[in-house]
């Protein structure tokens, strides 16, 4: 064979290891851009579901993050009328109310209540809780932990199994779920806000 030829067949080679090596680089570098982007959407949440696990576990992981988001981009997320608004916060003040005398049944009010207004946002409620909370985990990432903790004490609650330090942290949880949901609508006038409503006998004291 030719001198030549031999040449050629080199550069061939040299052409196509090139082009594979840049593909690799590509791919790489939009996997990186992927998982810091994800991981800034997503924070602590992002470390749950994906942080020191194998490579094709993290794949997957982000994979589950990325379709959370996908769900969520097909929902019609809208605020609240500034009556609705005002009427849940008057709702969480009554529910706060009531937490002296019957702390699992106010545990049992707030899950409700903070299902009904994400409901009235546009939410759908999912047949699981973890459904539910991976919606939740795209809008409010940095709640979604304490949600589930909250969610925890609330079924153990239904048991009679959570003592009143435990339902304190759970109405704890809720109610900072709930302050975002509400935070995000801007009603007009001097309307009511949850943070207006707290008392003396609220949870926190």
Known sequence: MDAWIWVVLGLIVIAVVAVLVMARVERRRRSEQRSKRLRNQFGTEYDRVVHGKSRKERRAGEADLEQRQSRRDQLDIHPLAPDVHDRYAREWAEVQLGFVDEPERTVRSAENLVEKVMADRGYPLADDFEGHAALVSVDHPHLVANY?????????????????????????????????????????GDSVTAADSVTASSPEG
Do not use: K, W
């Not at 153990?156 to 435990?166: G, I, K, L, N, V």
């Open 148 to 188: 589930r903790s909250a969610h925890g004490i609330y079924e153990r609650s239904m048991r009679h199994e959570a003592d009143t330090e435990q339902l304190r942290s759970a109405i704890v949880a809720y109610r900072g779920l709930f302050d975002e949901l509400l935070a995000e609508v801007a009603p007009a």
